[in-house]
Antibody, heavy 121, light 111 residues
Framework: DVQLVETGGGLIRPGGSLRLSCAASGLTVNNNFMSWVRQAPGKGLEWVSIIYSDGRTYYADSVKGRFTISRDNSKNTVYLQMNSLRAEDTAVFYC???????????????WGKGTTVTVSS | QSVLTQTSSVSGAPGQRVTISCTGSSSNIGAAYDVHWYQQLPGMAPKLLIYGNTNRPSGVPDRFSGSRSRTSASLAITGLQAEDEADYYCQSYDSSLSAWVFGGGTKLTVL
């Protein structure tokens, strides 16, 4: 069974840093395209970042320069390092596998349950 | 303001048919990029419902179907059931943003 489990969320002050983890089972993260999607309270879904199987990384404009996606193949885990956090980063962060024939056809077929990040003083 | 526009809410009685629309532009749906749909039950993570405009993953009932035209897409649900009450999101790729984008979501209420 394929499973993604996110951890690392919590309450953090504006300007602070947090690292989210996404532990995978049933799939190998370095053979897949792994993504982070977030959902602010009462709002819709927003794509945040993706790491390709070849290591290339991409980010939404709203987090570029502040967030970094990475992976540890030995732990089969994907990370999202979040720096310079703002109140508007408050959201549930989901880890998801992206798949498809080509990047512009990608969709997210496996999702974790999410971890909550609250940025507040 | 989402790049993909969805009606905020739709409702229907059990057994009825409802459609949820997703309108884009020439840099996403109009560029022939695929549209995908997700169902999010209250308090749950999103779940893939339709991929590649019209395809259902294994386990998704055939009551759910997707279609796409020039710059828009639709999700149709027939034989509405109480368990279908959820938020539904469309998703595609936008070449102007170089990003995967979601619609703002449509809340389906089963009367």
């Amino acid at each position: 069974d394929v499973q993604l489990v996110e951890t690392g969320g919590g309450l953090i002050r504006p300007g602070g840093s947090l690292r989210l983890s996404c532990a995978a089972s049933g799939l190998t993260v370095n053979n897949n395209f792994m993504s982070w999607v977030r959902q602010a309270p009462g709002k819709g879904l927003e794509w945040v970042s993706i790491i390709y199987s070849d290591g290339r990384t991409y980010y939404a404009d709203s987090v570029k320069g502040r967030f970094t996606i990475s992976r540890d193949n030995s732990k089969n885990t994907v990370y999202l390092q979040m720096n310079s956090l703002r109140a508007e980063d408050t959201a549930v962060f989901y880890c998801a596998r992206a798949t498809g024939e080509y990047y512009y056809y990608y969709y997210m077929d496996v999702w974790g349950k999410g971890t909550t990040v609250t940025v507040s003083s | 303001q989402s790049v993909l526009t969805q009606t905020s809410s739709v409702s229907g009685a059990p057994g009825q048919r409802v459609t949820i629309s997703c309108t884009g532009s020439s840099s996403n749906i109009g560029a022939a990029y695929d549209v995908h749909w997700y169902q999010q039950l209250p308090g749950m993570a999103p779940k893939l419902l339709i991929y590649g405009n019209t395809n259902r993953p294994s386990g998704v009932p055939d009551r759910f179907s997707g279609s796409r035209s020039r710059t828009s897409a639709s999700l149709a649900i027939t034989g509405l059931q109480a368990e279908d009450e959820a938020d539904y999101y469309c998703q595609s790729y936008d070449s102007s943003l170089s990003a995967w984008v979601f619609g703002g979501g449509t809340k389906l209420t089963v009367l």
